[in-house]
Antibody, heavy 122, light 107 residues
Framework: EVQLVESGGGLVQPGRSLRLSCTASGFTFGDYALTWVRQAPGQGLEWVGFIRSKAYGGPTDYAASVKGRFTISRDDSTGVAYLQMDSLRTEDTALYYC?????????????WGQGTLVTVSS | DIQMTQSPFSLSASVGDRVTITCRSSQNIYTFLNWYQHKPGKAPKLLIHGAFNLETGVPSRFSGSGSGEEFSLTISSLQPGDFATYYCQQSYSTPKTFGQGTNVEIK
């Protein structure tokens, strides 16, 4: 059974850092791209960024709103993806989801974690 | 960045109604279009990928159509478990943007 479990969320002050983890199981982790999606309170889904599989060179890409502040990485040996969030702002407050990107006649997110809540507040 | 615009923003419907949600992209995305259902407190769920491909396990009352810049999601006969927010998402290029969501409420 495919599972994605996010962890690491919490309350953090503006300007500080936080690292989220996404622990995967039930599939060959290294074969898939992983994407982070967030939902701010009362808002819709926002694509945050992703990391391709090592087979594609493992490149990353980010939304403009987080570029230069957030970094996604992966450890294929342990099946964990990370979202390092630096210089946090109040507008980064959201529920953060980790998703698996499936590539078949297009790209789509077939499995999602339950999310981890990040609150940025003084 | 590609902008995705859904309409309507919200709708009220009754069980058994046929419901259609429209999604427009700011440029041609061919059929790189996915639909998700999101309920409060749950993870989003993939319904349709590649504009019209029904995800395994999703009831056949859900269908998707369109290509290029205009797409639609149709629920042929609304069921109680279908009241949720629906999002389109383009996967043609990064950032893989979502529409703003359509909230389907009980009438």
């Amino acid at each position: 059974e495919v599972q994605l479990v996010e962890s690491g969320g919490g309350l953090v002050q503006p300007g500080r850092s936080l690292r989220l983890s996404c622990t995967a199981s039930g599939f060959t982790f290294g074969d898939y791209a992983l994407t982070w999606v967030r939902q701010a309170p009362g808002q819709g889904l926002e694509w945050v960024g992703f990391i391709r599989s090592k087979a594609y060179g493992g490149p990353t890409d980010y939304a403009a709103s987080v570029k230069g502040r957030f970094t996604i990485s992966r450890d294929d040996s342990t099946g964990v993806a990370y979202l390092q969030m630096d210089s946090l702002r109040t507008e980064d407050t959201a529920l953060y989801y980790c998703t698996r990107e499936y590539d078949s006649s297009g790209y789509y997110y077939d499995f999602w974690g339950q999310g981890t809540l990040v609150t940025v507040s003084s | 960045d590609i902008q995705m615009t859904q309409s309507p923003f919200s709708l009220s419907a009754s069980v058994g109604d046929r419901v259609t949600i429209t999604c427009r992209s700011s440029q041609n995305i061919y059929t790189f279009l996915n639909w998700y259902q999101h309920k409060p407190g749950k993870a989003p769920k993939l319904l349709i990928h590649g504009a019209f491909n029904l995800e395994t396990g999703v009831p056949s009352r859900f269908s998707g159509s369109g290509s290029g810049e205009e797409f639609s999601l149709t629920i042929s006969s609304l069921q109680p478990g279908d009241f949720a927010t629906y999002y389109c998402q383009q996967s043609y290029s990064t950032p893989k943007t979502f529409g703003q969501g359509t909230n389907v409420e009980i009438k």
